[in-house]
């Protein structure tokens, strides 16, 4: 009898140190991948292009991402009237902020809001205006 335990024991710590490997090796496979909002952002970053502008109202601001407790993560000065496919963009926009919601969930976020700096016209090419970031309540 006990040497039938010890066998059931022996099988039973090898099947649990075979499942804690895989997930040690699967989870270090998924820390290698980028994140899948990567090629997104990257795809954004091409449909808006080089932003040129002759005046700060050839200018607008995107925002990018989304924060845990609301809002963009980031904002990105383009030239809309260069973007060839609006459409397009928007719905990449939209699938970016779905993927950073994927990648967030469960974290906790300081919760300050990117407030939008806007955009303007710089030596040819859209910039963005003054980033600020507003506390819990709307205080700077």
Do not use: F
């Not at 040690?24 to 932003?51: F, Y």
Request: hydrophobic share 40%; charged share 25%.
């Amino acid at each position: 009898m006990r040497t039938e335990m010890r066998s059931e024991l022996r099988a039973a710590l090898l099947r649990l140190s075979l499942a804690v490997l895989l997930t040690m090796v699967g989870a270090l496979a998924r820390a290698d991948a980028p994140p899948a909002s990567v090629p997104l952002r990257e795809a954004i970053e091409r449909a808006i292009g080089t932003p040129a502008c002759r005046t700060d109202a050839d200018c607008a601001s995107l925002g990018l991402g989304e924060r845990a407790c609301g809002g963009p993560e980031r904002y990105l000065p383009y030239a809309p009237a260069q973007v060839k496919d609006p459409a397009r963009l928007r719905a990449l926009v939209r699938e970016h902020a779905a993927a950073r919601r994927r990648e967030q969930a469960g974290r906790v976020s300081h919760c300050a809001m990117q407030i939008d700096p806007g955009a303007r016209c710089q030596a040819a090419r859209c910039v963005a205006g003054e980033a600020k970031t507003a506390a819990p309540g709307g205080l700077y």
